[in-house]
């Protein structure tokens, strides 16, 4: 955790971040299985607009592997940062790691080719940048997971300018973060 705390602490210390530290609290050998988190947050039965908004995205989007939404839900406690929505339901309701909290506190956006990790042998390239709505404000947190092929030939630039077109697309979308947590029409 101080090493996270020193990270914060500058612009070019968060930029190193993005490219050479892993900041994941819990790491797993290959091959084990990840351990089950508790879940800090238990969405309603009825299917949100968050959840609209995630199945369209995967629609439009083929090159995309997976969208998840961060933040703390209304009525929770603060600072309950957790996937309120997103492409894996299974882990809605799991509680955000530390990248995730920088991001949704500092507004700051990470870029990460994932593809190298233990954990995350598919390869991808993840982009963590602020959710922002229609007024722009930030509101929290979208994680945009993008597959990456050997033969792509995209640099961290095309994602980062993919990933903030798609997050500035939706942003027309989001009235206000309550709006997020309304149920699905």
């Not at 914060?8 to 990840?34: F, K």
């Not at 990790?117 to 994680?143: H, M, S």
Request: positive net charge; charged residues 25%.
């Amino acid at each position: 955790m101080r090493r996270l705390t020193k990270l914060r602490s500058s612009a070019l210390a968060i930029a190193l971040c993005i490219s050479s530290t892993t900041i994941h609290a819990a790491q797993t050998p290959a091959g084990s299985p990840v351990p089950e988190r508790s879940k800090n947050w238990t969405p309603p039965a009825a299917k949100l607009y968050v959840q609209s908004l995630t199945e369209q995205i995967m629609a439009a989007h083929p090159e995309l592997i997976s969208v998840t939404f961060h933040g703390a839900p209304p009525g929770a406690a603060p600072k309950t940062y957790t996937m309120f929505g997103g492409s894996y339901l299974d882990r809605i309701g799991n509680p955000d790691d530390p990248d995730d909290v920088m991001v949704i506190e500092t507004g700051v956006t990470l870029l990460d080719p994932r593809w190298h990790r233990t954990k995350d042998a598919i390869r991808k390239f993840v982009v963590q940048t602020p959710l922002r709505d229609a007024a722009g404000e930030n509101i929290g947190l979208i994680v945009i997971a993008y597959k990456n092929p050997l033969d792509s030939g995209k640099v961290d630039k095309d994602y980062f300018l993919a990933g903030t077109k798609l997050r500035d697309d939706l942003q027309k979308k989001i009235p206000s973060f309550a709006a997020l947590f309304e149920p699905a029409k």
